[in-house]
């Protein structure tokens, strides 16, 4: 599918963008390919993990002997963030064989665990790392190889307005996107568009839906056998999608997310962003506390980088079962939110896909 840069929801028009991974693929694929046949290029393809084509426009810096230099500027569409307009550098060097990719200036390195790429890697997150392989692979002669280092000149500065340095990713932004496709996310019409997904559910029978916060969640729901029609996403909209839910006539639901956006509800969290509110090492800390853990165990709790780190250190403290508990205050706070018109069931799972608690008999 060839990129439509405009989307109409509810009848406004609003514009996509794509993400610094689809900015950096392009970027990397073209200097590859301009290293390799000589030829300059105004404008590179890709493909997306939506299935979307990208055309989009390449700046060549430099052409030496053994490596070329290109950009392409991000763009966020009508979902601008700081990220937004910035130049997304690629330098890509002849080597021997195979694909390198490094992370140069303005790009984050990750120096805590928990997150989706291991403690002294650039924050380059696995969907970006492969999109950039794919379609490097498909102008790179088959006995060439190539180091490919992704730089945002920007990127130190733009990372101090990110969570990335609470998170531990310093010197940087993250090159990020698990579609490459930035929808627009103008709040009403988002939250409309949101809505209109359970009427649709509704008109094709369906009695009980499954709501998911993103593509993570709605892959974990179709590996448990789910079916796609079942399936609504919520984005960070919990509370507005648990009310629409009620006025459609939904009268059961499960909340399937993992464990560090789906613990916020349990403490009563029902708009997930990040920048409106976060409990998440508490939350996990005071339930923990509540079975039993000890001073160390909760303080180790509270230092953690993500919630996803925690799962290890309650594990090897042997109080998994709070994770059960955690999913059952997912429950209790979703149907008081919705005043007992919901029957709501709840899932939590961690970045590898492991179940970890639920809730619902289920």
Not at 269 to 289: G, K
Request: with cysteine; glycine share 12%.
């Amino acid at each position: 599918m060839v990129f439509d840069s405009y989307v109409v929801k509810n009848g406004k028009k609003l514009r996509r963008g794509y993400t610094t991974g689809s900015t950096a693929t392009a970027a990397a694929k073209a200097a590859t390919y301009v290293l390799f046949t000589g030829k300059r290029i105004a404008r590179v393809k890709i493909d997306t993990p939506a299935g979307i084509e990208l055309d989009l426009e390449v700046d060549i810096l430099e052409i030496k002997e053994g490596y070329v230099v290109a950009s392409v500027l991000k763009d966020g569409g009508d979902d601008p963030d700081a990220t937004d307009g910035i130049e997304i550098i690629a330098k890509v060097e002849e080597i021997e064989s195979g694909i390198e990719l490094l992370g140069g200036k303005g790009v984050g390195q990750v120096t805590k665990p928990g997150l989706a790429v291991e403690v002294g890697e650039p924050a380059i997150n696995p969907v970006p790392r492969k999109m950039l392989k794919t379609e490097i692979n498909k102008v790179l002669p088959a006995d060439k190889g190539v180091r490919v280092t992704i730089e945002v000149p920007e990127g130190e500065e733009i990372a101090k307005k990110t969570f990335n340095p609470k998170l531990g990713i310093i010197g940087g932004i993250s090159i990020l996107g698990t579609t490459g496709i930035v929808e627009p996310m103008s709040e009403k019409a988002y939250c409309d568009s949101l809505a209109i997904n359970i009427s649709q559910a509704v008109a094709l029978g369906e009695e009980e839906l499954v709501l998911v916060f993103g593509n993570y969640g709605k892959r974990m729901a179709i590996d448990l056998g789910f079916r796609e029609e079942q399936i609504i996403r919520m984005s960070n909209f919990v509370g507005f999608m648990l009310k629409e839910c009620v006025a459609r006539g939904v009268k059961k639901i499960i909340l399937l997310g993992h464990i560090g956006k789906l613990v916020k509800v349990g403490a009563g969290i029902f708009n997930t962003h990040s920048h409106l509110a976060d409990a998440r090492l508490e939350t996990i800390a005071a339930y923990t506390a509540s079975i039993g853990g000890r001073e160390e165990l909760i303080n180790q709790i509270l230092t953690a980088n993500t919630a996803e780190e925690t799962i290890e250190i309650i594990k090897e403290a042997g109080f998994e079962e709070v994770f059960n508990l955690l999913a059952k205050r997912v429950s209790i706070r979703a149907e008081e939110h919705v005043d007992g018109e919901l029957e709501v069931k709840s899932l939590l799972f961690s970045m590898q896909g492991e179940i970890l608690g639920r809730y619902g008999g289920w």
